[in-house]
Structures are given as structure tokens and as C-alpha cells.
């Protein structure tokens, strides 16, 4: 239902193929990459096409949907090193860095509290000098921006052939969320001591951006 969900955005598919050109173009051999949120699986299965691609760490706070991440992977071959990791980037053993850090649409489900500063000084203390961090989310400045873009959405959900129980899970759910606005984001990043981020992929209501350390 996840993916059915992520079908009915038109070209979503494209930001996780984009991850993979960004793992590809990394500069350096044999990248160890961090996925934050790994439960659905999707960047594990973007990666797999990505032969430079050397370490994966994968983590999730829900075990359950570890175990998802863990199936894609199993099903994909032994193509992959990847280990898994319950928890969040605290857990992870101090002093491991990554090349790059994945962090796909995980932000917006917390709320902006200093819960959001922590999550991306989080990832900003877990990149490698160099490091890239691809970072994506919902965001929109109102929501009469999100109203604004349903009927386009649902045309788009009709087209593809996405049921209506999965276009509406989406629609319930996006206004749920704590979402922030592009300078808000922007802002973030500044103060969690990310540089700029630049944009890369925007449709409806997702906006994926890459950024790194900012120097000290």
C-alpha cells in the first residue's frame, strides 16, 4: 500500500534513481552509504543497480520495518553488503562516518520542537569530510499550497491506475504531519551546521535537496 501510495506522485520514482546517480557520482572509491529510515525498502532496491556502491548501514527505529528492508534486500541477492541497525543514529558506534546518508521522507514525521534540529544534527555528525547527505521531504509554505495540488494528485492517481483507498491514505495523511516550509528547512540546516541545500527533485507536495557539512 506504501508504494502504491508513492505511485500516485507523479515521477517519485525518479528521485530514488536519482539517489543512485548520486551514489554513482560520488567522488572516492566504494561509498559506505547510511539509509536513515530504511523500513520501506525503496533505497536498498535503488542502490542495488549502483555497482560502486561498497558498505550499506540500514536503520530504522521499528524493527518491523527493518524486517521489510531486510526481505528487499534478501531479495535482491548477495549483491549488497548491508547491515541492519534498530534505532537512530545514536546507536550507531561513535566515530563511524559515511560517505553518504540517505534520509528520505523521515523528517516530516517529527515534529518541530528541536526534534527536527536534533534529527539533522544527527545526520550532520554522521558525515564523512566530504560526505553527502541527500535529504527529501514534504514540504509546502500552507496549506492552501497542498489544497491547491489535490485535484492535480488525484487526476494523476486516476491515471496511473492508483486505487482510491491508496490516493486517499496519502491525502489523510500529508495534513497530519508536521510540515515545515521551504525556510524553515533551510533554516535547519543551518543551525544543525549543513551547508545550503540544493535542490535536485520537486513534484506535489515532495522536494528532495542534497547538502553536507558546513565548515567549521
Not at 152 to 171: K, N, P, Q, T, W
Amino acid at each position: 500500500m506504501y508504494r502504491e501510495m508513492q505511485r500516485a506522485v507523479p515521477g517519485l520514482d525518479a528521485m530514488y534513481r536519482l539517489v543512485q546517480a548520486l551514489v554513482t557520482s560520488h567522488t572516492g572509491d566504494a561509498p559506505h552509504v547510511l539509509v536513515v529510515g530504511a523500513g520501506s525498502g525503496r533505497e536498498i532496491e535503488a542502490l542495488d543497480g549502483c555497482n560502486v556502491v561498497g558498505r550499506i548501514t540500514a536503520i530504522d527505529p521499528s524493527a518491523r520495518n527493518l524486517d521489510t528492508a531486510r526481505d528487499t534486500a534478501g531479495a535482491l541477492g548477495a549483491s549488497l553488503d548491508v547491515r541492519f541497525v534498530v534505532g537512530t543514529t545514536n546507536d550507531i558506534p561513535d566515530g563511524e562516518a559515511f560517505d553518504v546518508v540517505t534520509s528520505l521522507l523521515v523528517m516530516h514525521h517529527l515534529r518541530d520542537d528541536g526534534t527536527k534540529f536534533a534529527y539533522l544534527k544527527g545526520l550532520r555528525d554522521r558525515l564523512a569530510p566530504g560526505g553527502r547527505l541527500i535529504h527529501a521531504d514534504v514540504c509546502f509554505d500552507e496549506i492552501d499550497d497542498f489544497d491547491r495540488l489535490v485535484p492535480m494528485y488525484l487526476a494523476h492517481a486516476d491515471i496511473v491506475g492508483v486505487s482510491a483507498d491508496a490516493a486517499r491514505l496519502e491525502l489523510n495523511a500529508i495534513p497530519q504531519l508536521p510540515v515545515i516550509s521551504e525556510r524553515r528547512t533551510r533554516a535547519l540546516f543551518a543551525e544543525a551546521g549543513l551547508t545550503e541545500p540544493f535542490e535536485i527533485f520537486r513534484s506535489l507536495w515532495y522536494r528532495c535537496w542534497t547538502s553536507s557539512r558546513a565548515p567549521q
